[in-house]
């Protein structure tokens, strides 16, 4: 039997804070006002991204022990797509555009950041 951390282990998480409507249990903000509505005609963009900015910071406090539990193990993180805030006139993800293509990606390599 292998001792624990010999073991290869995939984990995968789905984390929905930091996806519209941007929104993370206690947050100061209604869950029902999304800023960030699709085709609007109305600049919320700066609001989009202090919420988004807040939900990560909440999803890494949340997260912080998880991934220091694996601080010598092979980490990457990454989003599925973008978001556009109003470039172009357009709003949200469900379209194609640089900003829905633009993915954050963070790298640790057997415990160090590439």
Known sequence: MAEAGEQPVFVFANIGETHVPYHYEGAPWSRDDNPCV????????????????ACVEYVDREIAALIERFHGATILMCADHGDCWGED????????????LTVPLAIRYRGQPL
Not at 38 to 53: G, H, K, L, V
């Open 38 to 53: 699709p085709f609007q005609t109305e600049d919320r963009s700066a609001e989009c991204r202090r919420r988004q900015i």
């Open 89 to 100: 006139g357009l709003w949200e993800h469900g379209v194609s555009h640089e900003m829905t």
